[in-house]
T-cell receptor
Framework: GAVVSQHPSWVICKSGTSVKIECRSLDFQATTMFWYRQFPKQSLMLMATSNEGSKATYEQGVEKDKFLINHASLTLSTLTVTSAHPEDSSFYIC????????FGPGTRLTVT | GNSVTQMEGPVTLSEEAFLTINCTYTATGYPSLFWYVQYPGEGLQLLLKATKADDKGSNKGFEATYRKETTSFHLEKGSVQVSDSAVYFCALLYNQGGKLIFGQGTELSVKP
C-alpha cells in the first residue's frame, strides 16, 4: 500500500505555456501533500505544502502566482506551472502524507 | 535553524566493499531521522528511519543509528552491491507541519 503516482512522468513545453502536473495517492487519503523541486545532482527543495480544501502554503522565495497548487480532493493535488520559462525546467516530485511521507516518481519538465 | 549535512559524493566502491555515508544534523528538539534512496530518474523511496535517540533503523542490509550526542545518523552497509548504486538522502522531520529537511544527497556508484 501507500502508492503515489504522478502524471505526466515527463513533459516538454514551449516557453510561455502552462503545464499541469498531477499527484495522486492511489490507495490512501492524504489531507496533506508536498511539492518539491529538484535540480540536477542537487537536493530536494520544498516548494509548498498542499492541504485539502484550503490554500497551499508556499515556502519563502516560491512564487505562488507562478506555481499554482490545488488540492481538490483527498487523493489529488495539482501543480500548474504558469507561463513557463526555460529556468522552470526541473524535476518536480510530490509526496503524500499518511503515517509518513510517500513520494511520487517525479515529473521531468523541460521548457524550450 | 534545522539543517542536514551529508558527506559529499560521488562515492565509488567496488562490489562487496563496506559503505559509510556520513550525516549530521542541527535541530531543536528531537526530530525523527530518515534515509531515502533515489534511483536514476525516479522519486524517493524510504530506506530506513529512527524516531528517537539510540534507535537503529535497518533495511536491506543498510543500518543507521540515531546518535543524539554527536547529532549524527550515518548510513552503513557491510557489503554493497552494484544494485545499490543510487543517490542517498539523509533527512530530518520536525513537527512544524510535518516538513522534511533533506541533506544535499550523496551519489553512490558501485563497480563490479
Amino acid at each position: 500500500g501507500a502508492v503515489v503516482s504522478q502524471h505526466p512522468s515527463w513533459v516538454i513545453c514551449k516557453s510561455g505555456t502552462s503545464v499541469k502536473i498531477e499527484c495522486r495517492s492511489l490507495d490512501f487519503q492524504a489531507t496533506t501533500m508536498f511539492w518539491y523541486r529538484q535540480f540536477p545532482k542537487q537536493s530536494l527543495m520544498l516548494m509548498a505544502t498542499s492541504n485539502e480544501g484550503s490554500k497551499a502554503t508556499y515556502e519563502q522565495g516560491v512564487e505562488k502566482d507562478k506555481f499554482l497548487i490545488n488540492h481538490a480532493s483527498l487523493t489529488l493535488s495539482t501543480l500548474t506551472v504558469t507561463s513557463a520559462h526555460p529556468e522552470d525546467s526541473s524535476f518536480y516530485i510530490c509526496s503524500a502524507c499518511r503515517d509518513e511521507q510517500y513520494f511520487g516518481p517525479g515529473t521531468r519538465l523541460t521548457v524550450t | 535553524g534545522n539543517s542536514v549535512t551529508q558527506m559529499e559524493g560521488p562515492v565509488t566502491l567496488s562490489e562487496e566493499a563496506f559503505l559509510t555515508i556520513n550525516c549530521t544534523y542541527t535541530a531543536t528538539g528531537y526530530p525523527s531521522l530518515f534515509w531515502y534512496v533515489q534511483y536514476p530518474g525516479e522519486g524517493l523511496q524510504l530506506l530506513l528511519k529512527a524516531t528517537k535517540a539510540d534507535d537503529k533503523g535497518s533495511n536491506k542490509g543498510f543500518e543507521a543509528t540515531y546518535r543524539k550526542e554527536t547529532t549524527s545518523f550515518h548510513l552503513e552497509k557491510g557489503s554493497v552491491q552494484v544494485s545499490d548504486s543510487a543517490v542517498y538522502f539523509c533527512a530530518l522531520l520536525y513537527n512544524q507541519g510535518g516538513k522534511l529537511i533533506f541533506g544535499q544527497g550523496t551519489e553512490l556508484s558501485v563497480k563490479p
